[in-house]
């Protein structure tokens, strides 16, 4: 079955950095589109980041542009999001999503939590 | 950005009755290649937020059908016929047609 595991979630400092992965498995993964996606704490969903198969373009909202890098490792099934930077406002749960074509999220990790504070 | 707008923000119903969710986007969210790129997604307490339906009106698979989406342009719902108690949670609808991708604030469904 489909498995999107996301780690390396934790609590960091203002302007400290933080490597989250997304280990998939139970599908192809060169086959889809990858994503995070993140969520504040009681709030609603944002949209950071979108890379394709083959790696060719890469997307960020304009809150994440310049401090965060998503990227992937197809034979490793690997997805990636480099948090440089970080403020008080990126505590949230990141969710990493595949996606069929940009701008699809049709199966969800169980996401990883990342909270920004002195 | 395109500003999804959802109403209401939440949504008390009795069981087995029909629920009717309404989101309006700030400009069209049909795409140049004539597809409309607006999803509905589900969160129930403490979970993963979980597709229900992509442009506009496909159900994924495994959704019951007793969920169906409807709409054009700028105007979409999202029905629940007969709300069942693990209907509980938030609903979502996002544009994917138009980058940066954006949510709706969400409209919680809660049983009277």
């Known amino acids: 079955q489909v498995q999107l595991m996301e780690s390396g979630g934790g609590l960091v400092k203002p302007g400290g950095s933080l490597r989250l992965s997304c280990a998939a498995s139970g599908f192809t993964f060169t086959d889809y589109h990858m994503s995070w996606i993140r969520q504040a704490p009681g709030k609603g969903l944002e949209w950071l980041s979108s890379i394709p198969s083959t790696s060719t373009y890469t997307r960020y909202a304009d809150s994440v542009k310049g401090r965060f890098t998503i990227s992937r490792d197809n034979a490793r099934n690997s997805l990636y999001l480099q948090m440089n930077s970080l403020r008080a406002d990126d505590t949230a749960v990141y969710y990493c999503?595949?996606?069929?074509?940009?701008?699809?999220?049709?199966?969800w990790g169980q996401g990883t939590l990342v909270t920004v504070s002195p | 950005d395109v500003v999804m707008t959802q109403s209401p923000l939440s949504l008390p119903v009795t069981l087995g009755q029909s629920a009717s969710f309404s989101c309006r986007s700030s400009?069209?969210?049909?795409?140049?290649?004539?597809?409309?790129?607006l999803d509905w997604f589900q969160q129930r307490p403490g979970q993963s937020p979980r597709r229900l339906i992509y442009?506009?009106?496909t159900r994924d698979s495994g959704v019951p059908d007793r969920f169906s989406g409807s709409g054009s342009g700028t105007d979409f719902t999202l029905k629940i016929s007969r709300v069942e108690a693990e209907d509980v949670g938030v609903y979502y609808c996002m544009q994917g047609t138009h980058w940066p991708y954006t949510f709706g604030q969400g409209t919680k469904l809660e049983i009277k």
């Open positions: 999503a595949r996606g069929r074509y940009d701008g699809s999220a049709d199966y």
């Open positions: 442009k506009v009106s």
């Open positions: 400009q069209s969210l049909v795409y140049s290649d004539g597809n409309t790129y």
